[in-house]
């Protein structure tokens, strides 16, 4: 299981409480036919590099970063975009408020997630067949003034298993054996960072955010 701490400037809306239930019952809840029976990660929004200029293709970037104090953060707001972070077990889930006056994209198919080990992949997100997770992917667009919310799983982390069906495993392992060899493996994960890469389309020139979440404690969870 994955915590992550966040102060959160503004409640979400009936709306998007409603998008996230939607987004539990039809996305996440077939991932979760395998528990997390081991220990709980606390992971925080470290860094967000954004560029400085968005209307200059391969541009200057900027990095963003907060200060580690227990609580962290999971809400990140620019010139062009709000957003609010959830990571859980296997996945995370966003929403992302457009504050220009056009329409901005998400290019899902150059999205992708960098895992602890440094190796990267790509992501599906709401809408993606789980047989197509390979596929080529389409852009997401949110009109000026209105918000986005969406799920983001790796790929890589979905599999099929003839009893139990599809899956995915869990953003950080966190099986329990021996007490002192699996207290070991988790606390190697601590100063660890997972990294997702949103390309979007700000005025029809791609930019990157490159969100650098840290694995920053764990505890048991018997």
């Known amino acids: 299981m994955i915590w992550l701490y966040y102060m959160q400037s503004k409640p979400l809306t009936k709306i998007q409480k409603m998008i996230k239930k939607l987004f539990y019952i039809l996305v996440v809840l077939p991932f979760l036919f395998s528990s997390c029976a081991g220990y709980s990660f606390l992971v925080v929004l470290e860094s967000v590099e954004s560029p400085v200029n968005t209307k200059q293709p391969f541009g200057e970037n900027k990095i963003t970063t907060f200060q580690n104090d227990g609580k962290g ?22 929403t992302m408020r457009n504050k220009t006056k056009h ?9 992708c997630c960098v895992d602890y080990n440094g190796m990267a992949g790509k992501v599906i997100h709401h809408g993606t067949r789980i047989i197509d997770r390979y596929e080529k992917q389409g852009f997401s667009a949110i009109p000026a003034g209105t918000t986005l919310s969406d799920i983001i799983i790796p790929a890589d982390n979905i599999s099929y298993n003839k009893y139990s069906g599809w899956g995915s495993k869990s953003l950080i392992p966190c099986k329990r054996g021996n007490s002192i060899e699996s207290t070991e493996i988790a606390s190697s994960f601590i100063g660890k960072k997972i990294y997702i890469i949103l390309p979007i389309v700000i005025e029809n020139i791609q930019n990157e955010y490159t969100f650098a979440f840290n694995i920053v404690d764990f505890w048991d969870n018997f």
Do not use: P
């Open 73 to 94: 953060t999971c809400r990140y707001e620019d010139n062009y975009i709000d957003i609010e972070w959830q990571v859980e077990d296997k996945n995370f889930f966003f």
């Open 103 to 111: 329409i901005i994209k998400i290019n899902w198919e150059e999205a």
